[in-house]
């Protein structure tokens, strides 16, 4: 289990911090990454960053809004996003697989968290 939290209710333009914990992951080398879902639409991928380069990658939407990043002292993974747009709005999950590479489609992670709801009001 990856647990999330950070969700909430904003406005248009403002800005929320999502943190996952990873203390539960011993694999040497894994990803981590945020995926989406907004109802009636399938799970998209946001964002992801390799846990031992720090590298990451973004789905265009939401370049230059948002940071992944991750603190592997306190084995969490974050995603600063500001300004948030409404179709912005969903339940984001943190996911995670094994392996050095980023894969942009949810069936190739293996370890997910139940999710975090982010609403944004216009």
């Known amino acids: 289990q990856l647990p999330a939290s950070g969700g909430g209710l904003v406005q248009a333009g403002g800005s929320l911090r999502l943190s996952c914990a990873a203390s539960?992951?011993?694999?040497?080398?894994?990803?981590m990454g945020w995926f989406r879902q907004a109802p009636g639409k399938e799970r998209e991928f946001v964002a992801a960053v390799t846990w031992r380069g720090g590298s990451t990658d973004y789905v265009d939407s939401v370049k230059g809004r948002f940071t992944i990043s991750r603190d592997s002292a306190k084995s969490t993974m974050y995603l600063q996003m500001n300004s948030l747009k409404p179709e912005d709005t969903a339940v984001y999950y943190c996911?995670?697989?094994?392996?050095?590479?980023?894969?942009?489609?949810?069936?190739?992670?293996?370890?997910w968290g139940q999710g975090t709801q982010v609403t944004v009001s216009s």
């Open positions: 539960g992951l011993t694999f040497a080398n894994f990803v």
């Open positions: 996911a995670a697989r094994t392996g050095m590479s980023v894969w942009y489609t949810s069936d190739m992670y293996d370890k």
